[in-house]
């Protein structure tokens, strides 16, 4: 796991409580997001929540800012 870029991270707290449906993804990189939202803090948790709730809500810029705060995560395999 490579995904220091905050892309990385924004795209894990997107896809790790499964809303974004996405065939070309498959399933170990679901598993890696649930895994690695599994195993932040509480106060990460909150943070990966807010950056996708932020990027939902259409501010793209500021929820990669905010996701930037995380730990590494899975890389995203379609960059």
């Known amino acids: 796991m490579d995904g220091m870029r905050a892309s990385d991270k924004l795209q894990a707290a997107l896809h790790s409580d499964r809303r974004l449906p ?3 993804l498959g399933q170990d990189y679901w598993d890696a997001c649930a895994a690695w939202f599994a195993g932040l803090s509480e106060q ?3 943070v990966a929540k807010a950056a996708a709730d932020v990027y939902r809500n259409g501010y793209q810029m500021r929820a990669k ?3 930037a705060a ?10």
């Open 22 to 24: 996405d065939s070309d």
């Open 70 to 79: 995380l730990p590494a995560a899975p890389r995203y395999p379609l960059d």
């Open 44 to 46: 990460d948790k909150s």
């Open 65 to 67: 800012q905010i996701a």
